[in-house]
């Protein structure tokens, strides 16, 4: 099996990898955000690939998930565990929380491309339950092995950003029952859905969203958010090694079978050129 990582802010490299290369790649839809580092883990092929690129030089918005998910497609990649820092939305979730998110809600008004298809070749995937339960449950586990509590379940709010939350819109989210908000996985998970990828993502909660304060009167300070993030970011590389040695080599769910009956264009209609760049998403359905 071959698992890619994506690693959020602050986790730019992953520890223990063996035989480990560095991988320049290009895409039909230009470059991923950086090269990709292969190694081997548990008698398994990792792809990392960190999600900013090394230094954190992306925003949000500059983060080219339709090159960094067709990359991973390019190297046979079956599962994908995704990492992202996040902010909380309720007062049970505190900052250097764990949550297995099962939910999405898209706020970034499609202002990234978060399809392949279009130009010639149209499908629609099923999408209402967006992680794959069995990534998830790994994902679990592993937390529970490695003595990290890790919360089952949460919904994810994807904001545009690169700027935060204003006060307004942090309430409006709480008021709609929101559990964490971030601004990367919602075009990540539906990218890694229609190329077949297994896709689970392990939110690590840095501090509270901006209603917080409005509520308490506490602030908290810059210096704050960057020590949770860095204990977050070394409970994860416990929680990656683990999850990393327990994903089954002979694991098949739905997520890997998504296109089967989502492509609606009928084949003699199919755009030539659409069809040559979606190459190895929609290879197994050409009958070639």
Not at 235 to 263: F, M
Request: net charge negative.
């Amino acid at each position: 099996m071959r698992v890619g990582i994506i690693g959020g802010s602050g986790l730019y490299q992953i520890e223990g990898l063996e035989h480990v290369e560095t991988i320049s790649i290009d895409t039909p839809f230009g470059k991923p955000s950086d090269d990709l580092v292969k190694g081997e883990m548990f008698d398994k092929e990792v792809i990392f690939l960190p999600r900013h690129g090394k230094g954190h030089r992306l925003t949000p918005t500059e983060v080219n998930a339709r090159a960094n998910i067709y990359a991973l497609k390019m190297m046979q990649v079956e599962a994908i565990l995704s990492f992202s820092a996040v902010g909380s939305l309720k007062p049970e979730i505190k900052p250097g929380d764990f949550v297995i998110i099962d939910q999405y809600v898209d706020r970034t008004n499609q202002a990234r491309p978060q399809t392949f298809f279009g130009d010639g070749i149209v499908a629609h995937i099923q999408f209402a339950h967006p992680l794959c339960p069995q990534i998830r449950e790994v994902l679990l586990q592993a937390g529970e092995d490695m003595d990290i509590d890790v919360k089952d379940g949460g919904t994810y709010i994807n904001m545009e950003g690169p700027a935060f939350s204003t006060l307004a819109e942090s309430l409006l989210y709480k008021s709609w029952n929101m559990d964490v908000i971030g601004m990367t996985q919602m075009n990540e998970a539906r990218l890694a859905r229609e190329a077949e990828i297994c896709y689970a993502t392990l939110a690590t909660v840095t501090d509270y969203d901006c209603w917080h304060e409005a509520e308490t009167g506490e602030t908290v300070s810059v210096d704050a958010i960057i020590k949770v993030l860095s204990q977050n970011v070394e409970r994860s590389k416990k929680i990656i090694r683990q999850a990393v040695r327990l994903l089954s080599q002979e694991s098949d769910c739905s997520c890997k079978h998504a296109l089967e009956n989502s492509i609606v264009t009928p084949k003699e209609y199919w755009a030539a050129e659409t069809k040559n760049k979606l190459g190895p998403i929609i290879q197994k359905y050409t009958n070639e």
